[in-house]
């Protein structure tokens, strides 16, 4: 047997190997999101979905999301906590696309009609 070094990887540990705070749930699914927090107390505040707009590899453009809390810490969709994107979806942007959305969906009913 050999005397391999390996790094440990772990969903709750930083690369630095301190603990970090992490999302955990099952919202796709019905279920609810709970954010344990690095010293592994449970966050009481909310947790929030905000849509981002992110770029393929060749380069289109397909929405994502990511999770914030009330007091501002921001987490993928895989529950690992991140920095605020740059990439949000504005309230601006969202509402264009709702309008451009239901124009397709009109245009479509009066073609079948």
Not at 67 to 73: A, I, K
């Amino acid at each position: 047997m050999s005397n391999n070094n390996y790094q440990v990887i772990s969903n709750h540990m930083g690369p630095d190997g301190e603990s970090v705070d992490r999302l955990y749930g099952s919202p796709a699914s019905g279920g609810s999101m709970e954010l344990v927090n690095r010293d592994y107390t449970r966050y009481k505040g909310g947790i929030h979905k905000r849509a981002i707009t992110c770029k393929d590899i060749d380069k289109t453009k397909f929405r994502s999301h990511v999770y914030v809390t009330d007091d501002d810490r921001w987490f993928n969709r895989s529950g690992m906590p991140i920095n605020k994107p740059t990439n949000l979806v504005t309230q601006n942007e969202n509402k264009k696309e709702k309008e451009v959305e239901k124009e397709i969906e009109k245009n479509t009913v009066e073609a079948s009609e």
